[in-house]
């Protein structure tokens, strides 16, 4: 679920729904043009259980993934 500015309100983790407190970061990356295209939006998401996790939509697909360091 996202808000009015497409940012994540609630992400699920291991079957459990966490809501977003803050967004401490966003950014895009526009990748690879040349092959197959990568565009992604990253959201730096401090979580109400007091956990941090970075997220992405894939601007392409719509999906999100969570990004593993």
Known sequence: MVDEYSSPVFVWISGRQRRVIQTRNMWRVDDEWWRQEIVRRY??????????????????????????Y
């Open 43 to 68: 959201f730096d998401l401090e979580l109400g259980n007091g956990s941090a996790i970075t997220v992405f939509q894939d601007m392409i697909s719509g999906d999100w993934y969570q990004q593993r």
